[in-house]
């Protein structure tokens, strides 16, 4: 697609539910993140894809927290057992080196609130 | 996590007006990036900086990389409404291949017209 796409776009659930965030990439970006912004704070990075590599999870902020991607397409998130502190919005973006360097495309995110 | 000193945290200014943020580290960056954020939508990148001394104007935005590379700035002129959210600066490590930056935790511009 001509953008970054994140579904859904809005989730509320029960505190100890799980639940799986979806993130689909512009097609041919190699490279995928995730990120967590909480309530008027800044982008707390997560986990990154870079093509067929092992991904850099050291953003993870608990076992409770999992990402996987399908080569260089979709990738989910699932957070187990959520917690009220996990309620944040959720942002992915994908980029290619080709992209002015580093410059990142983000999708609008997901607002996950955890009652 | 380590993260950029972003200022001012907000501003709310007349329209037409001149507006300037900045961000600092106590890290050297080899990359600086700005990116505004509107409500309900993912960051969208403004401006890259990626050698010391750069100044880059997009439009009526302008932002340089400072020559210590510690630092980076942003300045739009003549203020209009559409200018209203949230900016973030955001510096890369210079340290191997890892890609992840480091942000500001935003400057949040209100515009009154």
């Known amino acids: ?115 | 996590g380590q993260q950029l000193n972003q200022s001012p945290q907000s501003m709310f200014i007349q329209e037409g007006e001149d507006v300037s943020m900045n961000c600092t580290s106590s890290s050297i960056f080899n990359t600086w990036l700005w990116y505004k954020q509107d409500p309900g939508e993912g960051p969208v990148l403004l401006i890259a900086l990626y050698k010391a001394g750069e100044l880059t104007s997009n439009g009526r935005l302008t932002a340089q990389f400072g020559i210590t590379r510690k630092d980076s700035f942003l300045n739009i002129s003549a203020s209009i409404p559409s200018d209203v959210g949230i900016y973030f600066c955001a510096g890369q490590l210079p340290a191997g291949n890892n890609r992840k930056l480091i942000w500001g935790l935003g400057t949040s511009l209100a515009v009154n017209p």
Do not use: M
């Open chain 1, 1 to 115: 697609g001509a953008g970054v796409s994140q579904s859904p776009s809005n989730k509320v659930t029960e505190k100890g539910k799980d639940v799986e965030l979806r993130c689909d990439p512009i097609s041919g970006h190699t490279a995928l993140y995730w990120y967590r912004q909480r309530l008027g704070q800044g982008l707390e990075f997560l986990i990154y894809f870079q093509g067929n590599s092992a991904p850099d999870k050291s953003g993870l902020p608990s076992d409770r927290f999992s990402a996987e991607r399908t080569g260089e397409s979709v990738s989910t998130l699932t957070i187990q057992r959520t917690q009220q502190e996990d309620s944040a919005v959720y942002l992915c973006a994908s980029s290619t080196p080709g992209q002015g360097g580093y410059g990142y495309t983000f999708g609008s995110g997901t607002r996950l609130t955890v009652v």
